[in-house]
């Protein structure tokens, strides 16, 4: 297991929650404090190591693209283009082949900042062998997201999006740190879009990969639905 320099940005989605706020640029490129919301998350992962990005895009990826280009500051941005809408587990294994490294990558939400320790969850990762290991998040009440289960040692055992509770929950951050041999034999079953938690991981947990979740207690924010998006200021100010 190798200590990750590159990551796979997941932002292809069409952000339609977001569009009575934001009506023209893709969702990642949402303006937060003056900048589009994309540079405050490319900024807090360079600051932990990561200099180079494959940015999953689809819909609007032209702008994504004009404003990037192949360099953000000191990092190298590459791009994996949707020819049609994959979902976010499609638009993952349509990134890999733009990974240079053959071990260990990170992968984030474009629409999702979260505050996780790289180095601490790499230690997690290691002392374990995963396969895959997702940050987790503890929330108070879940309303929104599906719960993530897990057993003694930290082991993922289920991802349940119906697992809405009122009560205390774990959910997926949308941070993950993985091994690009664990996607082996993972290829799309259908043309259709693939969900990262619902097919994909899912799959991976049936053949026997070794997913495990780490807790993290950092800032968090998604700016999938106008309510959050207008909070994202507050949480991204001074990061």
Avoid at 45 to 54: A, E, K
Avoid at 85 to 93: F, I, M, Q, S
Avoid at 136 to 146: D, I, M, P, Q, T
Avoid at 200 to 226: E, K, N, Q, T, V
Wanted: charged share 25%; proline share 5%; hydrophobic share 40%.
């Amino acid at each position: 297991m190798t200590q990750p320099t590159e990551a796979i940005v997941l932002a292809g989605g069409l952000g339609i929650r977001l569009r009575q706020v934001v009506p023209d640029l893709p969702k990642p490129m949402a303006p937060v404090n003056g900048r589009p919301f994309l540079e405050h998350l490319l900024d807090y992962w360079m600051g932990q190591g990561i200099d180079r990005f494959v940015l999953s895009v689809g819909y609007k990826h032209e702008i994504v693209e004009q404003h990037f280009g192949s360099r953000y500051r000191s990092a190298e941005i590459d791009y994996a283009i949707e020819a049609r809408a994959c979902g976010t587990g499609g638009g993952l294994l349509l990134s890999l082949p733009r990974l240079r490294g053959s071990g260990t990558f990170l992968v984030m939400n474009g629409d999702t900042f979260f505050e996780v320790g790289l180095d601490a969850m790499r230690r997690f990762h290691c002392e374990r062998q995963a396969d895959l290991t997702v940050a987790l998040r503890e929330v108070k009440a879940n309303s929104r997201y599906g719960g993530v289960g897990i057993d003694g040692q930290g082991r993922i055992t289920t991802f349940d999006n119906r697992a809405r509770t009122a009560g205390r929950a774990l959910i997926n951050g949308g941070v993950y740190l993985a091994e690009k041999a664990a996607f082996a034999g993972m290829a799309p079953e259908s043309d259709g879009p693939v969900s990262l938690e619902e097919q994909l991981y899912a799959r991976m947990l049936a053949a026997g990969r070794r997913l495990y979740g780490h807790l993290s207690p950092g800032r968090f924010i998604d700016i999938g639905i106008p309510e959050d998006y207008h909070r994202a200021a507050s949480v991204l100010r001074g990061d």
